[in-house]
């Protein structure tokens, strides 16, 4: 019963904020890194964020970085992406994954990284 899921997606005007949460179980989280990404209409899933299971440290796509934060809290099995300032382009399928790690790779954004991964949280970003 490995399981992540996403959660906190919703409608938002430009300028707004939304949490995003990751909620996993059947693994052990704590050895596993983050990665948080993400599928606009008509493009291919990028990567945004990774969170790393050592030290947490973090890495960021250059589009969100400084709007966007990740975090974990391993004693709650959950990690978060805080979104600020959303723009239109933020509008997408969010999807949070798991690669047994510790340290996210320069490369975080390689999907092939990840053993598990949830089924994603719809995040609209609309006037």
């Known amino acids: 019963q490995v399981q992540l899921v996403e959660s906190g997606g919703g409608l938002v005007q430009p300028g707004g904020s939304l949490r995003l949460s990751c909620v996993a179980s059947?693994?052990?989280?704590?050895?596993?890194?983050i990665g948080w990404f993400r599928r606009a209409p008509g493009k291919q899933r990028e990567g945004v964020s990774c969170?790393?299971?050592?030290?947490?440290?973090?890495h960021y796509a250059a589009s969100v970085k400084g709007r966007f934060t990740v975090s974990r809290d391993n004693a709650k099995n959950t990690a978060y992406l805080e979104m600020d300032n959303l723009k239109p382009e933020d509008t997408a399928v969010y999807y949070c994954?798991?690669?047994?790690?510790?340290?996210?790779?320069?490369?975080?954004?390689?999907?092939?990284?990840?053993?598990?991964w949830g089924l994603g949280t719809q995040v609209t970003v609309s006037s």
């Open positions: 994954a798991a690669d047994r790690a510790f340290y996210c790779s320069e490369n975080y954004d390689y999907e092939e990284l990840y053993n598990y």
């Open positions: 969170i790393s299971s050592s030290d947490r440290s973090t």
């Open positions: 059947g693994f052990s989280f704590d050895a596993h890194n």
